[in-house]
């Protein structure tokens, strides 16, 4: 009997769930290793979920970041103003 933590199925339930809290980084993680114990169409799946993830946390993610700091500068800077 296989362990649960080194199959498929537990780990791309776990990478789907991180990727629906936007935790990208935990999801590209569990799609890496849902990817060594996926077989046929399963391990395309798993790489281009795992390319995208990556994708977003490296990418989109510090951007969005960058661009709620600003916001909440320009919000204080507003504030102070008035």
């Known amino acids: ?26 999801a590209a993680l569990h799609w890496k290793i849902a990817a060594q114990f996926a077989k046929g169409s399963n391990i ?4 281009d979920r795992l390319d995208m993830c990556t994708h ?8 969005a970041l960058l661009l709620k700091k600003k916001q909440d500068e320009d919000n204080d800077l507003y504030r102070s103003s008035s």
């Open 44 to 47: 395309k799946w798993c790489d």
């Open 56 to 63: 977003i946390s490296e990418n989109v993610t510090p951007l």
């Open 1 to 26: 009997m296989k362990k649960q933590t080194n199959s498929y199925h537990h780990n791309a339930q776990l990478a789907a769930s991180y990727e629906r809290k936007h935790q990208y980084c935990n």
